[in-house]
């Protein structure tokens, strides 16, 4: 079971910016696979960013592109989402996903991101 937690969302008005972080229990290096997904009310969850292959891949919704960015923190076991330039239209819950190997997936409790003036 890996453990994922997720912190810094909130509400923020059109055209700012928030970080958000996921804390994860184990040396990151384990993990195939991370990202971040979102779920707008009655919405499917969907994909906005993750980041593969040791880090060496990244990937954005289309939605996102341009504005938001994935990074990592290895030492710190740390991955970050950072929102810029937001929109009403990013309001979700954003949840942390974690894969390893084939079929194994994990999710975070997932954070609260609300933009509106």
């Known amino acids: 079971q890996v453990q994922l937690v997720e912190s810094g969302g909130g509400l923020v008005q059109p055209g700012g910016s928030l970080r958000l972080s996921c804390a994860v229990d184990?040396?990151?290096?384990?993990?195939?696979?991370m990202g971040w997904y979102r779920q707008a009310p009655g919405k499917q969850r969907e994909l906005v960013s993750a980041?593969?292959?040791?880090?060496?891949?990244?990937n954005y919704a289309d939605s996102v592109k341009g504005r938001f960015t994935i990074s990592r923190d290895n030492a710190k076991n740390t991955l970050y989402l950072q929102m810029n330039s937001l929109k009403p239209e990013d309001t979700a819950v954003y949840y942390c996903h974690a894969r390893i190997g084939v079929g194994n997936n994990y999710w975070g409790q997932g954070t609260q991101v609300t933009v509106s003036s």
């Open positions: 980041i593969i292959s040791g880090g060496l891949r990244t």
């Open positions: 184990r040396n990151i290096f384990s993990l195939d696979a």
